[in-house]
C-alpha cells in the first residue's frame, strides 16, 4: 500500500522533518525510544513496522539483539542503508505491513511507534493480528499514538514542517479533535485509549496501556 510517506515524504525529506524537530518534540522521540530499548534486551530477534530510513533502528542498534526494519518506501531504506547504518545487526526490508512475509512465531518483539497504527494506512485490527501471528508466543507486539496532551506541541511541529514545504499548507478550518489536515490532502489522525482498549478486547489478548512523557500512548500486547 502506497501512503504519503512513501510517495511525497521519504529519504532525505522524511529526515528533514526530525532534523526540524523543536526541542519537546525532540524529548518525545527520545522517549519513545527509550520505551522500546527497556524491552528488548533480552530479545533475539526484533522487527520494526514502517521503518523508514532508520531512525530509530540506528538508536537502538547497540543492544544485543539482531533487528529488521520494514517500509513500503525504498527511498527512504535506501537513504538510510547509505547514511544511516553501518552494523550487520539490521536488515531493512521493502514489505507492506499489512501482508508481512514471515513465518510465524518468529520474533521476540515487534513495535510500530510514533502514531504508526495511524500513519501506515491500514485497518487497525489487521495490523495487530498480522504482527501478532509472526510474533513468538509470549513475546510483545509495541503499538503508540499521541497523548491528548500533546496536540499543540504536534500541531506546532506539522506547521514546521509545512512552512519548510514538506507537508502542505494545514488547513486549520478542518483541523481539530486530534486530526491534522494539509491542503496537498494529507491527513494525519490518531488513535486513542479507547480505540485501543475496544480494539483489544475483540482480539483476546493480554495487553497494557500507559502514558508516557505526557506525549505518547503505549499499547503493550503479548502474544
Known sequence: MKTYYSDSLSGNRLKRCYDLAPPRIQQYL?????????????????LELGCGYGR???????????FIGIDNSLASL?????????TNKINFICMDAKL????ENQFDLVFCIQNG??????????????????????GKLLLSSYSDKFWEDRLEWFRIQ???????????????????????GFKATTFSKNQFEQLLSEIGKEYKIVEI???SIFCEIVS
Open 100 to 103: 508481512l512475509g514471515f513465518k
Open 162 to 184: 509545512s512552512e519548510n514545504g514538506l507537508v502542505g499548507e494545514i488547513d486549520y478550518t478542518s483541523t481539530r479533535d486530534g486530526t491534522i489536515i494539509c491542503k496537498d
Open 56 to 66: 530509530v533502528l540506528n538508536v537502538l542498534q547497540s543492544e544485543r539483539c539482531k
Open 213 to 215: 512523557d505526557e506525549s
Open 117 to 138: 497504527i495511524s500513519a501506515l494506512g491500514i485497518e487497525p485490527k489487521l495490523l495487530i493480528l498480522e504482527s501478532l501471528r509472526i510474533t513468538k508466543p509470549k
Open 30 to 46: 527520545i522517549e519513545e525510544a527509550n520505551f522500546v530499548r527497556k524491552r528488548i534486551k533480552s530479545c533475539n530477534l526484533v
Open 78 to 86: 535506501w537513504f538510510g542503508k547509505r547514511n544511516l547504518l553501518e
